[in-house]
Each structure stands twice: as structure tokens, then as C-alpha cells.
């Protein structure tokens, strides 16, 4: 980032809130729509999930293990393969249901 852009304003350390300092923050105003946008869209997929901890537990071992195969989330799960796609359908229904994914027709 060049210099004439940092903030002189620093963050301390151990702040609570744990957010970018401001020198991390991006300089465009789009960037930070953009983020904005992202972080809104995380929050709208996790409270998809709530009330259904399976749904969620699957989610979670695919993005922090970086999971795609059927059989590798099911090994990760101790489930079958069949119950891993099982619940992608259900995943699936769920994320359309809340206008996440467009639901596309065979």
C-alpha cells in the first residue's frame, strides 16, 4: 500500500472488536461494498443452517478441511456417501429456500 494512503490512526493491539485496522482497510469505496456484500451473504448462509446441525456440521468440515469428494466428507463425518448426498439435496433446498442460490430445473 503506498504511504500516502495509511492512516496515521492505529489500532491497539488486543482490541476487542478483533477488525482490520484501518490501514487494512481496502482504499475503494467499491472494495469495501464489496466486502460488505460478501460478509452479509455469509451471515444470511449461516443463519440458513440454524435448526439444522447436521446441514451445519457437514458445512463446516467442507470448508475447514477443504473438502469437494463425497466419500472424503462422509470419511470426515463417519456417514455414507449416500447420507453425504442426502443432505447436499437438503443443503441445496434449504439455500433456495432463503433466495441464496437460484434453484435451477433439470
Known sequence: MREENRSSLRRERDSADGGPSMDELPANASDVSIILEEEEYCRRVWAS???DPDLEEMVRVILDLNLEK???IAAA???TTTEV??????LRRRFVEHHLVNEVHP
Not at 85 to 90: L, V
Open 49 to 51: 443452517l440454524a435448526g
Open 77 to 79: 463425518l463417519g456417514i
Open 70 to 72: 463425497p466419500r472424503d
Open 85 to 90: 448426498q442426502n443432505r447436499k439435496k437438503r
